[in-house]
């Protein structure tokens, strides 16, 4: 299960880990300590949405391209309804 980003899970971080944030908007957790990282909130366990999900220029037409909660990038074409 995944949840929204809100001041709450930032605050509730524990000492050692801080937050980044990938060029499509994805959160990710660092732990300093361990020089690691995670999608994972780290006192959660859960995986927060952010709308990673981004229409890429680079693509065709009615493709767009996304994330899975462990990172995994996929593409997704919509689909079209009427004549072909």
């Known amino acids: 299960m995944a949840a929204d980003l809100n001041l709450e899970w930032i605050c509730s971080l524990p000492r050692t880990w801080t937050y980044g ?6 959160v990710f957790f660092i732990n300093e300590e361990a020089k690691s990282t995670t999608w994972l909130h ?16 680079d693509l065709p037409t009615g493709w767009e391209e996304a994330y899975t909660f462990e990172g995994a990038r996929y593409y997704i074409k919509s689909k079209t309804f009427g004549k072909n």
């Open 21 to 26: 944030i990938t060029r499509g908007g994805r």
């Open 42 to 57: 780290p006192v959660t366990g859960e995986a927060v949405v952010t709308g990673h999900r981004r229409q890429s220029t």
